[in-house]
């Protein structure tokens, strides 16, 4: 069965740190692969999208930045994290639906 | 350009009443739409999608071209249907992505 593992679940990072979040997925192959941002108040927002390994499409600009070192693994990053970074990072891969990983809460102190 | 908008962020209905959660939609073209659900402490989950012309936990939801809208409806609600609702919308080109609404959320009140 296809599933999708994100991690950590929880992460406080001070203001200028780096990120790495971590999604891999299970029992698929060439998924195409999302990160979503949801932020308080504003629901959710596309960040970047991957159909293939080393294939990285960004939806808004930002201080953040993701990569796909391997088929069914995607990481989003940042070399300095912003207090605007601060909020809850969703996983997701489709085939022909969504499903989406447990998501991250990143706090930026 | 794709956009979905749930207009309302906070609803709040007692037990038993009816329930509308409103979503409207942008979409050059025939739109392939979504109702996803999140639970206290659980992972975003598909509902029901309008293509299955489904009812899943009492919920329906129904396409109208004309408003550009896709309402989720339920006559009864239930203490249990308390959650975050995203209504979002499928872009057919490319990677499929999904374009989500703002989201609602929906308090039901014993």
């Known amino acids: 069965s296809q599933t999708i593992h994100q991690w950590p679940a929880t992460l406080v990072q001070p203001v200028g740190s780096p990120l790495s979040l971590e999604c891999t997925v299970e029992?698929?192959?060439?998924?195409?692969l999302y990160w979503y941002r949801q932020a308080a108040g504003r629901g959710l927002q596309l960040l970047f999208y991957?159909?293939?390994?080393?294939?990285i499409s960004s939806e808004v600009p930002q201080n953040l930045s993701a990569s796909r070192p391997q088929d069914r693994q995607f990481i989003l990053s940042s070399k300095k994290l912003l207090l605007s970074d601060s909020g809850f990072y969703l996983c997701?891969?489709?085939?022909?639906?969504?499903?989406f990983g447990s998501g991250t809460r990143l706090t930026v102190v | 350009a794709q956009r979905v908008t749930q207009p309302e962020k906070l609803l709040s209905v007692f037990k038993g009443a009816p329930v509308e959660l409103k979503c409207n939609y942008s979409?050059?073209?025939?739109?392939?739409l979504f109702w996803y659900v999140q639970y206290s402490r659980q992972r975003l989950q598909l509902l029901l999608r309008?293509?299955s012309r489904e009812s899943i936990k009492g919920f329906t939801a129904d396409l109208n071209k004309g408003e550009t809208s896709f309402h989720l409806k339920k006559p009864f609600a239930q203490e249990e249907d308390s959650a975050m609702y995203y209504c979002?919308?499928?872009?057919?080109?490319?990677?499929?992505?999904?374009?989500f609404g703002q989201g609602t959320r929906l308090t039901i009140n014993p």
């Open positions: 979002a919308l499928k872009d057919r080109q490319g990677a499929q992505k999904l374009v």
């Open positions: 997701a891969w489709s085939s022909y639906g969504y499903t």
């Open positions: 991957s159909v293939g390994i080393g294939q």
């Open positions: 029992g698929t192959s060439n998924p195409n």
């Open positions: 309008h293509i």
């Open positions: 979409y050059s073209g025939s739109p392939e």
